[in-house]
């Protein structure tokens, strides 16, 4: 079985950064995609980055130019480097993979629990 675990959220004045971290565990053998989405409350899950090996690297316009998406396929991880951040920001953030083999098996999605940033003064 694959899990997904998200860290480095928290509280942070404007302006201020973040890394968040997801390191997926578990008998792995390849990812596809790798990526973060966000949940403000009394929003929808939205798309903030992603990296896949046959699609490249996605952004949501929104954080465009202050967030960078990288991952270690080496380490089934991936992390969001958030710069700049704003109260707009404020959400969970949602480590999420797709097309991931994993022992005999093949998962088409997997969620992460979420961890929640806070960007307040």
């Known amino acids: 079985q694959v899990e997904l675990v998200e860290s480095g959220g928290g509280m942070v004045q404007p302006g201020g950064s973040l890394r968040l971290s997801c390191v997926a565990s578990?008998?792995?053998?390849?990812?596809?995609?790798m990526g973060w989405y966000r949940q403000s409350p009394g929003k929808e899950r939205e798309l903030v980055a992603q990296?896949?090996?046959?699609?490249?690297?996605l952004y949501s316009d929104s954080v465009k130019g202050r967030f960078t998406i990288s991952r270690d396929n080496a380490k089934n991880s991936v992390y969001l480097q958030m710069n700049i951040l704003n109260a707009e920001d404020t959400a969970v953030y949602y480590c999420?993979?797709?097309?991931?083999?994993?022992?005999?098996?093949?998962?088409?999605?997997?969620w992460g629990r979420g961890t929640l940033v806070t960007v307040s003064s």
């Open positions: 990296m896949s090996n046959t699609q490249g690297t």
């Open positions: 578990g008998p792995i053998n390849g990812i596809d995609t």
């Open positions: 999420n993979v797709q097309k991931i083999s994993w022992g005999r098996s093949w998962s088409r999605e997997i």
